[in-house]
């Protein structure tokens, strides 16, 4: 009797373990999966830049107002006057000696024998060419006299011209005395015939 029951029992603790296993090995395994977040960096381009042209300024002014009314120009004029009443002077002697000739040859027409009056034409001839070469000469000289005198003072307005520019950031500035700009619109551009002549006064 006792070994009919252990019998039992081994054979029930056989199918317990048995049971256990099979169920040991068919328990699911579970695993947590974190799915993997891929993060991308977004990619900023910058916006293109418009470059917004600055407006030119522009300023302009009357030269020959200005350079007249310069201390040294008008010394110079002066000057200039002076050497030009000179050469008119002797422009003037040599065609009155033309003239005295010619009235001469006229009177002694008559008188004078072949041989004087051939020597009366030439000097007649010669006091003309003499005279109408000093008068292109002369206004050649007074050319080149206005010209070597008037650079200096030219060249000093060209800079008083350039420091009013650059004080106040003109691009360019125009000369109206070519009437090249009939209507200048006060509001686009300045007069700086008077800022010119005040850079062009003595510095105290």
Do not use: H
């Amino acid at each position: 009797m006792k070994k009919i029951v252990l019998t039992t029992a081994v054979c029930l603790f056989s199918a317990v373990s048995m049971f256990a296993q099979s169920a040991e090995s068919t328990t699911p395994v579970v695993t947590s999966a974190t799915p993997e977040v891929t993060q991308s960096t977004p990619v900023v381009t910058a916006a293109p830049q418009v470059v917004t042209p600055t407006p030119a300024k522009y300023g302009y002014l009357s030269y020959t107002q200005v350079l007249e009314n310069m201390t040294e120009y008008k010394l110079a004029q002066q000057q200039l006057k002076d050497l030009r009443a000179k050469y008119e002077t002797e422009a003037q002697y040599n065609e009155a000696t033309f003239r005295r000739q010619f009235a001469e040859y006229l009177q002694g027409q008559k008188e004078f024998p072949q041989s004087i009056m051939l020597k009366r034409q030439r000097d007649l001839q010669e006091a003309l060419e003499k005279s109408l070469a000093f008068r292109d000469e002369a206004e050649r000289l007074l050319k080149q006299a206005e010209a070597e005198i008037l650079a200096p003072i030219k060249a000093r307005l060209a800079d008083a011209i350039k420091m009013v520019g650059g004080a106040y950031n003109l691009d360019y500035i125009y000369n109206v005395d070519t009437n090249a700009m009939p209507y200048v619109n006060p509001a686009l551009v300045m007069d700086v015939t008077k800022l010119v002549e005040q850079q062009l006064q003595p510095q105290q």
